[in-house]
């Protein structure tokens, strides 16, 4: 059927190319033209049929599958179809030598034939490039040639049908391959209309002989990737590689927000509702993050004190027992929060008669009087002296971080004796205790302390947030344990000092998260596995002196990881030798 509907469309054409030839013939004779002899009834039923040839064409033109080939160059068409009918005019009047003859009514018709051929010429051209046929590509310039318009298209009809034939012989799939995008992340490619998203090979069916094709760019975790290819063309059997490269690195990826396993009471929520505006005592000033657990903001007292306040989020699963245990546990982290090493929080806030409020549907009153945490407000983290070169890159970043990871896990120690798990161990939650300095040399001066203690739980707790990213596959155990630090601790050295957190297992870590929030145990467990296997024989690039040590921080058997009294002892003799 395929192969009849291209027959039809060629005879069309070439029928076409000679009644065109014919018609200059007729009216462009090389001796002079005796206007007695012709008929002009004839004359004007050729000219007649001579149009209705061209509007014919462009109908058939247009039902052609590689019509996208002529959407994307219409402008270039259109240009070069008025380029070339003067240019065919003038030669046609020095042939004739006579300018009494030109019949107006034939130059109409011509100028359309003109154009559709040689769009038609552009299309054969394109196809044969994209195909690598080079009889196409010949035939394009016989057709671009008006007059020689016949033999180029039986030649094209030709290349045509040698290819509908092989295609009918081969598979009626193509296939497209992805290199250098990371595990778990997907590209994503518009054929034939729709969408896909693969990361390996993808085979597609195709339903017409040619489809055109669109890769995107990719914002993934990592950054964002560009494919080699943007767009094209596909026929049944072709395979189509796509490479992407890195154009752009991502500061998310280095420290991701935690992920939430209880479904938010309110999904979407714009924080510039509260800036500027009080919220008890305290006037927001300006956002500055968010992680699992809520937003956070910058606020100023009544006595004009700078704060960061914390807005807890809302979670549709057990809020009324999330906020009484917080009531209970407050004074204990306010308490705790007076170690040196970790943020100091000044108090919670949380009206019961608003709460109760907001889960029967009053909204406003999470604008007017939402959950708050009251705590110190710190300017730079470590996530902010990763983005820097100058940092980074200074001959004492690597003992720089040594020293960021001896006072945490000297704040988790502290938190691990007093029966509590941190829960978020990252770049991002970890903070300078004074302003950046100008100069990296001044860093070994300055504290670290470990972020709000919004996130942290009882040892044995169930856990409800988690940022995959820094977390062992232990945690889909979904029970909160000191050693689930130690390894987010481990992975925070490792993004440290190489600007990315590639671990082996984080497509299976994602798959497991999946898994969880849809209680499938069974595929939790399989994910898991899978993770731990991986994870085992992973070699992260470190240097040699803490090499063996994080390895076993960031071991899947947590028996094996040191407590955070040993991770003290370790790195606080490298920062003093």
């Not at 019509?67 to 219409?74: A, C, G, M, P």
């Not at 040399?441 to 302390?449: I, M, T």
Request: aromatic letters at 14%; proline letters at 5%; one cysteine or more.
């Amino acid at each position: 059927m395929r192969e009849r509907f291209f027959k039809i469309v060629f005879i069309l054409l070439t029928l076409e190319g000679l009644m065109f030839d014919f018609l200059v013939y007729m009216n462009l004779q090389l001796f002079p033209l005796d206007v007695n002899l012709v008929d002009q009834t004839l004359q004007n039923i050729k000219v007649a049929f001579a149009f209705f040839m061209a509007i014919n064409g462009f109908l058939t033109f247009f039902s052609i599958d590689d019509i996208d080939i002529f959407s994307k160059y219409i402008t270039r068409y259109l240009i070069v179809g008025f380029v070339a009918l003067p240019a065919y005019t003038t030669m046609g009047l020095v042939v004739a030598s006579d300018f009494v003859y030109v019949n107006f009514y034939f130059w109409f018709p011509a100028l359309m034939y003109l154009m559709h051929m040689t769009s038609i010429s552009f299309m054969f051209n394109k196809m044969g490039e994209i195909h690598g046929t080079k009889r196409l590509k010949f035939a394009s310039y016989l057709i671009a040639t008006q007059f020689l318009s016949p033999i180029g298209v039986i030649m094209a009809y030709s290349g045509m049908k040698t290819m509908l034939r092989s295609s009918e012989q081969a598979s009626k799939h193509a296939a497209f391959k992805v290199e250098g995008l990371p595990a778990g992340v997907n590209a994503i490619v518009i054929i034939g209309g729709k969408t896909y998203e693969f990361n390996e090979t993808l085979h597609i069916p195709l339903y017409s002989y040619t489809e055109s094709w669109h890769a995107l760019d990719i914002n993934s975790p990592y950054g964002v990737y560009k494919p080699d290819l943007s767009w094209g063309y596909v026929t049944p059997g072709d395979v189509i590689t796509l490479k992407y490269t890195l154009v752009k690195n991502s500061e998310t990826f280095l420290s991701p927000r935690s992920r939430s396993i209880s479904k938010p009471l309110l999904t979407t929520w714009d924080t510039k509702v509260w800036l500027n505006k009080k919220i008890g005592t305290y006037t927001v000033l300006k956002y500055l993050g968010e992680g699992g657990y809520g937003y956070v903001l910058s606020a100023k007292s009544s006595n004009d004190e700078l704060v960061a306040i914390r807005i807890f989020k809302l979670f549709s699963e057990n809020l009324t027992e999330f906020f009484a245990k917080l009531g209970e546990e407050a004074m204990s982290l306010v308490n705790l929060s007076d170690h040196p090493n970790i943020i100091k929080i000044y108090g919670f806030y949380v009206d019961s008669v608003a709460l109760n409020k907001i889960i029967n549907g009053d909204v406003s009153q999470y604008l007017i009087n939402p959950p708050i945490m009251v705590m110190e407000l710190m300017k730079d983290n470590l996530q902010d002296l990763l983005k820097d070169d100058n940092f980074y890159y200074s001959h004492i970043w690597e003992k720089v971080v040594y020293k960021a990871v001896a006072d945490v896990s000297l704040a988790l120690k502290y938190l691990h004796g007093h029966g509590y798990v941190y829960m978020d161990v990252k770049p991002s939650n970890i903070f300078l205790a004074k302003d950046k300095p100008n100069s990296p040399r001044y860093l070994l001066n300055v504290g670290f302390k470990l972020g709000d203690l919004g996130s942290a739980l009882r040892v044995s707790s169930k856990i409800n947030q988690l940022t995959l990213e820094y977390s062992p596959p232990e945690v889909f155990e979904g029970i909160a344990k000191p050693l689930l630090d130690i390894f987010a601790l481990g992975m925070t050295i490792y993004v440290l000092l190489n600007r990315k957190a590639d671990r082996p297992d984080l497509v299976e870590m994602n798959e497991a998260f999946d898994c969880y929030v849809k209680h499938d145990l069974n595929c939790v467990s399989l994910k898991i596995s899978e993770a731990k296997t991986k994870l085992s024989s992973w070699q992260p690039n470190l240097p040699d002196e803490i090499e063996n040590f994080v390895k076993r921080m960031l071991s899947p058997d947590p028996s094996t990881r040191p407590t955070a009294e040993e991770v003290f002892n370790y790195f606080s003799r490298l920062v003093g030798s």
